[in-house]
Every structure is written in structure tokens, then in C-alpha cells.
T-cell receptor
Framework: DGGITQSPKYLFRKEGQNVTLSCEQNLNHDAMYWYRQDPGQGLRLIYYSQIVNDFQKGDIAEGYSVSREKKESFPLTVTSAQKNPTAFYLC??????????FGQGTRLTVV | KQEVTQIPAALSVPEGENLVLNCSFTDSAIYNLQWFRQDPGKGLTSLLLIQSSQREQTSGRLNASLDKSSGRSTLYIAASQPGDSATYLCAVRTGAAGNKLTFGGGTRVLVKP
């Protein structure tokens, strides 16, 4: 089935540790996005990529990094510089007609 | 700066009643508006996409309208069922190459059997 796959579903991070969230899509979409969702708040854009080897900061990029070496993959690294990383992270891609498609999310918890 | 508001934040209705969910946005220069459903702990499922040139979209029991000039969209769900219980989010797409998707805070819906 075509879609967006995020892994893992749950992730635990120790203080001072970097962790990487995976996002893979087989929809052949050029543009991919990472959002953060906190309880009671709307989704906020972290980073996006319009094409391979190119990415742009979103509204809350501090403490995060990304890469886009392949069209299918857009991993997000949550670095130790991110002071409040506990959240639900959602990956998305943009298809024809600017329609957004989302993965099932990764819940990151700091322990 | 685009702002998207959804009112009410929560809604509880008996099974069979029609649902009306509201979404308003401040800047009418949008590519499109998209309605999503989110179940607890899950990702977003796209329900309906309305392009800026369209007035409404329909899919089964769902109907969404768009009035760009007044900055409003309404999602109607006919004959609600307990399985419709979820959070409903609207989002508007703007910006260069349509890369900005601004979300409302969502309406949490409970359909009581």
C-alpha cells in the first residue's frame, strides 16, 4: 500500500542524547515535512524539504536537524539542544493539488 | 500571519444527530483547506480537500464548504455514529510553493450511543 511510514511508534530519550525519527514514503512526493504536536496545541512545523538535498527551517527548528539524501526518506534528529523534546512527531508529504498526507506519528518521551 | 481557529473545542452529541464543525482563518489568500480526523495517539487522516476555487466537497456522509471571502469553512457530518468520535482538525495551505500548512486547534467530538 502507498503511504508514509514512521518509526518507531514510541521512543524514549535520555537527557543529553540525540535520537533520530524515521520517515519513509512510497508516494513519489517531492515535498516532505516534520511537525510537532503538543497537548492542547495545534501542529507546528519543524522542517520541510521540497526536493532531494534541500531543506528549510520551519517555525520551531531550534534543537532539530534533518537530511534528505533520498526522495523516499526524511529523517528527523532531535538533538540534546532541544530542551523540551517530549511530544508527538508527525511526518507528512505533499501530493498533487497540494494535498497533505500524514504518517502515524512517533511519540517521544524524555526519561 | 495566518491564524486558524476552530470553535467549539469540544462537542458531545447523541448518535444520529448531525455534526457541524466550524473553522475560520484570517488570511483569504490560500491554496486550499483540508479537513483531517485524528484518533487518540494516531496520525492525521485526510477527510476532504477543498481547493481555493471550490465552494464545497462531499464524501459519503461528509460535506465541507468553503467561503474564502469570509474566511470560513464548515464540516458537516450527517447522521453521526459512535465511530465518528475523534478530533477533527482543519488546516489552510499558504506560502511560497504552498509549503505552509497552518492548523487550527481542533474540535474533539464525542458521539454517544
Amino acid at each position: 500500500d502507498g503511504g508514509i511510514t514512521q518509526s518507531p511508534k514510541y521512543l524514549f530519550r535520555k537527557e543529553g542524547q540525540n535520537v533520530t525519527l524515521s520517515c519513509e514514503q512510497n508516494l513519489n512526493h517531492d515535498a516532505m515535512y516534520w511537525y510537532r504536536q503538543d497537548p492542547g496545541q495545534g501542529l507546528r512545523l519543524i522542517y520541510y524539504s521540497q526536493i532531494v538535498n534541500d531543506f528549510q527551517k520551519g517555525d520551531i527548528a531550534e534543537g532539530y536537524s534533518v537530511s534528505r539524501e533520498k526522495k523516499e526518506s526524511f529523517p528527523l534528529t532531535v538533538t540534546s539542544a532541544q530542551k523540551n523534546p517530549t511530544a508527538f512527531y508527525l511526518c507528512a508529504s505533499k501530493g498533487q493539488g497540494h494535498e497533505a498526507f500524514f504518517g502515524q506519528g512517533t511519540r517521544l518521551t524524555v526519561v | 500571519k495566518q491564524e486558524v481557529t476552530q470553535i467549539p473545542a469540544a462537542l458531545s452529541v447523541p448518535e444520529g444527530e448531525n455534526l457541524v464543525l466550524n473553522c475560520s482563518f484570517t488570511d483569504s489568500a490560500i491554496y486550499n483547506l483540508q479537513w483531517f480526523r485524528q484518533d487518540p495517539g494516531k496520525g492525521l487522516t485526510s477527510l476532504l480537500l477543498i481547493q481555493s476555487s471550490q465552494r464545497e466537497q462531499t464524501s459519503g456522509r461528509l460535506n465541507a464548504s468553503l467561503d474564502k471571502s469570509s474566511g470560513r469553512s464548515t464540516l458537516y457530518i450527517a447522521a453521526s455514529q459512535p465511530g465518528d468520535s475523534a478530533t477533527y482538525l482543519c488546516a489552510v495551505r499558504t506560502g511560497a510553493a504552498g509549503n505552509k500548512l497552518t492548523f487550527g486547534g481542533g474540535t474533539r467530538v464525542l458521539v454517544k450511543p
